[in-house]
């Protein structure tokens, strides 16, 4: 009887990917696959080790397994993925209930891993971090309907506070031809929407192609048909170009949506994190980017607390949210992460004041989008269905300004049922929080 294996995948849309690929090969090698984990032979956990919340959540999944393992459910836990990448054999020696720790570079081989794992063999394995797949089958964990599309991995930015590069390498893209033809599966298996991400979406081709080719993917990825709806996530503000606003703007099927994370408006905060820009050159940018797309929705990422962060920079950061009137936002407390520059600063910021100001930002941004879902009251907007949510008694999907996982969702009800990946259009009556409600029409 061929073995059960489940897979636990943790922290970014980037990781999952790669969760998915190993789930193709472990398929491919005889493996049935668990959405239960209780009901599996071996359980993968696919761990983040990115801060030091994400590196606890993947400890805690591999003790909570372990109970399982201990009352005979499981037989074997494989730890894979950036946590194991970035500390290695420490990990087995710190959670001795693990029988495979093995780094990215490994996980072409997942099936042999898995196999002698269950065999009572301890595997400990780290080859080159280059070594990790760029190419190949996926097991779609997502909805039928979208997914993630990844079209570089690693990073070169280098910024003080991530380690990013530490972990998975520097950046290298994917060529364009197979990004298409993969894409092109998806859209025949039924995706209706493909969010494009990297670590750095916007340096795409400079490695392979020395030039920047994001905007050209696109445009080739708008000329699938069945694909409705492209997302692009992770943008770096230094490589937004006037070439990639024009596509955005002027191809159908990309959402007028732009993730740009900018961490920080303080020119000084900025070069110490090893970025550029200031408050100006930055709500220039968006200044920009808003007069060349009409109606586009920004999201980003902030740190609030970085070291020497003082009260007139974090004062500077709220001024500049405020300015900004970012449409969707997230905030978070500085982790000092080893072997980063930035955990040797001067004048860590203590932790208490890290949160406090994380909070403030996030306060602060909730007023911001309560008042964009005041102005989307009245409108009727195109919904991309999700499915049926039966505890609110209603329908659930998300509308162009909504990125799947981290952003809200739009609520409606329906006299015709619809599919799941159907685009519909909802009147939207009210919000509720973040999340828009309304009727279809």
Same mark, same amino acid.
């Not at 294996?5 to 005889?30: F, P, T, W």
């Not at 709806?229 to 770096?236: E, S, V």
């Given at each position: 009887?061929?073995?059960?294996?489940?897979?636990?995948?943790?922290? *970014?849309?980037?990781?999952?990917?790669?969760?998915?690929?190993?789930? /193709?090969?472990?398929?491919?090698?005889?493996?049935?696959?668990?959405?239960?984990?209780?009901?599996?032979?071996?359980?993968?956990?696919?761990?983040?080790?990115?801060?030091?919340?994400?590196?606890?959540?993947?400890?805690?999944?591999?003790?909570?397994?372990?109970? #399982?393992?201990?009352?005979?459910?499981?037989?074997?836990?494989? !730890?894979?993925? *950036? #946590?194991?990448?970035? /500390?290695?054999?420490?990990?087995?020696?710190?959670? =001795?209930?693990?029988?495979?720790?093995?780094?990215?570079?490994?996980?072409?081989?997942?099936?042999?891993?898995? %196999?002698?794992?269950?065999?009572?063999?301890?595997?400990?394995?780290?080859?080159?971090?280059?070594?990790?797949?760029?190419?190949?089958?996926?097991?779609?964990?997502?909805?039928?309907?979208?997914a993630y599309l990844k079209i570089a991995d690693g990073c070169d930015n280098c910024c003080t506070y991530c380690a990013i590069p530490l972990i998975r390498g520097g950046f290298r893209s994917r060529k364009m031809e197979n990004i298409v033809e993969e894409a092109e599966r998806l859209v025949k298996n039924g995706v209706k929407e493909l969010n494009v991400i990297a670590q750095d979406t916007t340096r795409y081709g400079e490695d392979i192609y020395g030039e920047l080719k994001l905007a050209e993917l696109l445009r080739q990825l708008c000329k699938i048909d069945g694909l409705k709806w492209i997302r692009i996530l992770y943008c770096y503000p230094d490589r937004i170009t006037d070439e990639l606003l024009d596509t955005?703007?002027?191809?159908?099927?990309?959402?007028? /949506?732009? @993730?740009?994370?900018?961490?920080? *408006?303080?020119? %000084?905060?900025?070069?110490?994190?090893?970025?550029?820009? @200031?408050?100006?050159?930055?709500?220039?940018?968006?200044?920009?980017?808003?007069?060349?797309?009409?109606? !586009?929705?920004?999201?980003?990422?902030?740190?609030?607390?970085?070291?020497?962060?003082?009260?007139? @920079?974090f004062e500077e950061l709220c001024d500049f949210v405020a300015k900004a009137r970012f449409e969707r936002l997230g905030c978070f407390a500085y982790s000092q992460e080893e072997d980063t520059p930035a955990a040797i600063l001067p004048d860590q910021v203590d932790e208490d004041v890290k949160n406090h100001r994380a909070e403030l930002i996030t306060e602060q941004e909730a007023l911001i989008i309560d008042s964009f879902c005041d102005s989307v009251v009245g409108k009727e907007i195109d919904v991309l269905v999700d499915g049926f949510d039966r505890y609110a008694d209603c329908w659930t999907? %998300?509308? =162009? /300004?909504?990125?799947?996982?981290?952003?809200?969702?739009?609520?409606?009800?329906?006299?015709?049922?619809?599919?799941?990946?159907?685009? !519909?259009?909802?009147?939207?009556?009210?919000?509720?929080? *973040?999340? #828009?409600?309304?009727?279809?029409q």
């Amino acid at each position: 009887m061929p073995n059960t294996v489940g897979i636990v995948s943790l922290g *970014c849309a980037k990781n999952r990917v790669d969760a998915e690929m190993m789930m /193709y090969q472990l398929h491919k090698a005889g493996f049935i696959l668990k959405q239960d984990h209780a009901m599996a032979d071996a359980v993968i956990v696919n761990t983040c080790g990115f801060i030091e919340g994400a590196k606890q959540e993947s400890i805690d999944e591999i003790l909570e397994l372990a109970q #399982l393992k201990k009352e005979g459910k499981i037989k074997a836990i494989i !730890v894979t993925g *950036c #946590l194991a990448e970035r /500390y290695q054999s420490e990990v087995m020696k710190e959670l =001795a209930e693990a029988d495979a720790v093995i780094g990215i570079g490994r996980n072409a081989d997942i099936a042999d891993v898995v %196999r002698k794992a269950l065999d009572g063999e301890k595997v400990e394995s780290f080859p080159d971090k280059m070594a990790l797949p760029m190419e190949g089958g996926r097991v779609q964990s997502t909805d039928r309907h979208w997914a993630y599309l990844k079209i570089a991995d690693g990073c070169d930015n280098c910024c003080t506070y991530c380690a990013i590069p530490l972990i998975r390498g520097g950046f290298r893209s994917r060529k364009m031809e197979n990004i298409v033809e993969e894409a092109e599966r998806l859209v025949k298996n039924g995706v209706k929407e493909l969010n494009v991400i990297a670590q750095d979406t916007t340096r795409y081709g400079e490695d392979i192609y020395g030039e920047l080719k994001l905007a050209e993917l696109l445009r080739q990825l708008c000329k699938i048909d069945g694909l409705k709806w492209i997302r692009i996530l992770y943008c770096y503000p230094d490589r937004i170009t006037d070439e990639l606003l024009d596509t955005i703007r002027e191809e159908e099927k990309i959402v007028k /949506y732009i @993730d740009l994370p900018l961490q920080h *408006c303080s020119g %000084r905060i900025l070069r110490a994190m090893n970025r550029r820009g @200031d408050k100006e050159s930055l709500l220039a940018l968006i200044d920009r980017i808003r007069e060349r797309i009409p109606g !586009v929705i920004l999201r980003t990422t902030l740190i609030a607390g970085f070291p020497g962060e003082t009260d007139e @920079d974090f004062e500077e950061l709220c001024d500049f949210v405020a300015k900004a009137r970012f449409e969707r936002l997230g905030c978070f407390a500085y982790s000092q992460e080893e072997d980063t520059p930035a955990a040797i600063l001067p004048d860590q910021v203590d932790e208490d004041v890290k949160n406090h100001r994380a909070e403030l930002i996030t306060e602060q941004e909730a007023l911001i989008i309560d008042s964009f879902c005041d102005s989307v009251v009245g409108k009727e907007i195109d919904v991309l269905v999700d499915g049926f949510d039966r505890y609110a008694d209603c329908w659930t999907g %998300r509308s =162009a /300004y909504d990125a799947p996982e981290v952003d809200p969702v739009v609520f409606f009800t329906a006299e015709k049922r619809p599919s799941p990946g159907d685009i !519909v259009r909802v009147k939207i009556t009210d919000h509720i929080d *973040c999340d #828009l409600t309304g009727e279809m029409q």
